[in-house]
């Protein structure tokens, strides 16, 4: 057994993400379907991990102090770049978006749950296979998994969430594509012509943004500690009672409550995009070291319930992309992108999402709509439902 101190792990981690970035770079498919750095090269060292484990009888444990931190730091940024105002601004046709988006998430966890049900596996394991990694990501998945590690006894959680989020990024990035193909056929007039005049937002622009200086990165960490300390103090607060949630979940409320008092008195306008790299380093950080650490022959068992969950889940968001959003949306070929976009998110992540509709945009003209509602419901406000709708799925007799 070798042991890496918090030091040695954090060094191993900052190694990881450098080998995951070249990885992704030398290799066409992972860049084709933006699989992140740190999945990539986490996923190598926990394989090599399981390699010296099976052949040499070698085992390496991590320090994981810094685990936690770093994974409250990220929900803290998304918190802080939540905006209320920009919600109210996008009106009837964002709540339409959101309605569509919270009827996949009870279905993801429906079918997710009850499969695991059939085939006699924890239904733990059908709430990782469900919203928790397929609409919330690496991120939510690692943090779901320490809850159901610690409060519910499921030891391989954090392998399971890990190996569900991989696998639905993939996906997310395979079917989005062909789902909004098919969609514009059903389309007369696409409402995003080329000779669209409108301005194109930062997604559509992603080289536009404001310098950092050394002073707003002090100001953001700041922000981010403050929401870390009493995000905290609210979940120990809150341990024990009725409305007990884990401590990402009161960090990231806490955050959305700073910024936005901030934002509504006029006190400090929170820089965007500095709170965006803060959060992508604690996030980056955050999952290397996740997965560097995965013990990954402690999950053969759960390899086939995780596949025929995942397989059945990828044919439902194809189905419900095209049967319910595209319709909820208005038919019409940014409700397409949208589907697209959702395809993206719903079964990956936020990048997922904007790298199918770029490359349905590229082909068939711009949709201004889809690039303002997606990231906004994405980044943000798909993580505040996902966490009102599991929690109200662990109440179930299920979970006891």
Same mark, same amino acid.
């Given at each position: 057994m070798f042991h890496l101190d918090s030091l040695s792990t954090l060094v191993a981690a900052t190694l990881v993400l450098l080998v995951g970035r070249k990885i992704v770079h030398v290799t066409p498919f992972l860049k084709k379907y933006s699989i992140p750095e740190p999945v990539a090269g986490g %996923?190598?060292?926990?394989?090599?991990?399981?390699?010296?484990?099976?052949?040499?009888?070698? =085992?390496?444990?991590?320090d994981m102090a810094l685990t936690d931190h770093l994974m409250l730091a990220f929900f803290a940024t998304i918190g802080l770049n939540a905006n209320i105002i920009?919600?109210?601004?996008?009106? #009837?046709?964002?709540?339409?978006?959101?309605?569509?988006?919270?009827?996949?998430?009870?279905?993801?966890?429906?079918?997710g749950v009850g499969i695991a049900t059939l085939l006699g596996v924890d239904p733990l394991l059908g709430l990782? $296979? !469900?919203?928790?990694? %397929? +609409?919330?990501?690496?991120g939510t998945g690692a943090a779901w998994g320490k809850v159901f590690v610690e409060q519910y006894g499921f030891h391989n959680a954090t392998e399971v969430a890990m190996a569900c989020a991989t696998f639905g990024l993939v996906l997310g990035g395979l079917i989005g594509? &062909?789902? /909004? #193909?098919?969609?514009?056929?059903?389309? +007369?007039? &696409?409402d995003g012509a080329p000779e669209d005049n409108a301005v194109p937002g930062t997604f559509e622009k992603p080289e536009a943004g404001r310098v950092i200086t +050394?002073?707003?990165?002090?100001?953001?960490? $700041?922000?981010?500690?403050?929401?870390?300390?009493?995000? #905290?103090?609210?979940?120990?607060?809150? =341990? !024990?009672?009725?409305?007990?949630? &884990? *401590?990402f979940v009161c960090v990231l409320f806490s955050a959305v409550v700073l910024s936005n008092i901030l934002s509504f008195f006029g006190f400090y306008r929170v820089f965007d995009r500095a709170v965006s790299v803060l959060g992508n380093v604690s996030l980056s950080l955050f %999952?290397?070291?996740?997965?560097?650490? %995965?013990k990954l022959w402690e999950m053969a068992s759960l390899a086939l319930p995780i596949?025929?969950?995942? $397989?059945?889940?990828?044919?439902?968001? $194809?189905?419900? /992309?095209?049967?319910?959003?595209? #319709?909820?949306?208005?038919?019409?070929?940014?409700? *397409?992108?949208?589907? /697209? !976009?959702?395809?993206?998110?719903?079964?990956? *992540?936020? &990048?997922? /999402?904007?790298?199918?509709?770029q490359a349905i945009t590229e082909r068939f003209g711009p949709s201004h709509l889809a690039?303002?509602?997606v990231p906004m419901v994405g980044a943000f406000f798909i993580d505040i439902m996902n966490v009102i709708v599991i929690k109200l799925f662990l109440l179930l007799p299920f979970f006891g």
């Open positions: %996923l190598l060292a926990a394989i090599a991990l399981l390699i010296l484990k099976k052949s040499m009888g070698w =085992e390496v444990s991590f920009s919600l109210l601004k996008g009106g #009837r046709i964002l709540g339409f978006f959101l309605f569509a988006v919270v009827g996949l998430l009870i279905m993801q966890n429906i079918i990782l $296979a !469900g919203s928790i990694t %397929l +609409s919330g990501g690496h594509g &062909p789902v /909004a #193909r098919y969609l514009i056929k059903q389309t +007369s007039t &696409p +050394s002073m707003v990165l002090i100001e953001t960490i $700041a922000l981010i500690a403050i929401c870390l300390t009493v995000g #905290r103090e609210i979940a120990q607060a809150m =341990e !024990g009672t009725a409305f007990e949630l &884990p *401590a %999952l290397a070291t996740a997965l560097m650490s %995965l596949l025929v969950i995942l $397989a059945v889940q990828t044919l439902f968001m $194809a189905l419900y /992309a095209i049967f319910v959003t595209w #319709r909820v949306m208005g038919k019409s070929y940014d409700a *397409a992108v949208l589907a /697209a !976009g959702q395809c993206g998110f719903g079964m990956g *992540a936020t &990048p997922t /999402a904007i790298a199918n509709m690039f303002l509602i």
